[in-house]
């Protein structure tokens, strides 16, 4: 059974910074592609930064292009979103997702796996 677990969400002022943790079992994490997605509140979840089976592909949303960092730990199944410079348009709840394949187009019906989210939430 896989299980996908956000963590690191929480309340923070605009410009500030977080860190959102994603661990995954019951897969091969080196074999799969992962992303971020949000959820802004009445909105559709959408895809915020996706990174490939290798770390060597990784895919921004224009919004958060130069504030946002994804990376991947495969040794320890774990990735990993740095946010900086947080704006309260960021606010949402943030899902943590795998696709089975080794690379993802990023897209919400191409994602295998989810977490149960994480909310962050920036104040202005």
């Known amino acids: 059974q896989v299980q996908v677990v956000e963590s690191g969400g929480g309340l923070v002022q605009a410009g500030g910074s977080l860190r959102l943790s994603c661990t995954i079992s019951?897969?091969?994490?080196?074999?799969?592609?992962m992303g971020w997605f949000r959820q802004a509140p009445g909105k559709e979840r959408q895809g915020v930064s996706c990174?490939?089976?290798?770390?060597?592909?990784?895919y921004y949303t224009d919004s958060v292009k130069g504030r946002f960092y994804i990376s991947r730990d495969n040794a320890n199944n774990m990735m990993y979103l740095e946010m900086d410079n947080l704006k309260p348009e960021d606010t949402g709840t943030y899902y943590c997702?795998?696709?089975?394949?080794?690379?993802?187009?990023?897209?919400?019906?191409?994602?295998?796996?989810w977490g149960k989210g994480t909310l962050v939430t920036i104040s202005s």
């Open positions: 019951g897969l091969t994490f080196a074999d799969t592609a």
């Open positions: 997702a795998a696709d089975r394949r080794t690379w993802t187009d990023c897209k919400t019906a191409s994602m295998d796996y």
């Open positions: 990174i490939n089976w290798n770390g060597q592909y990784k």
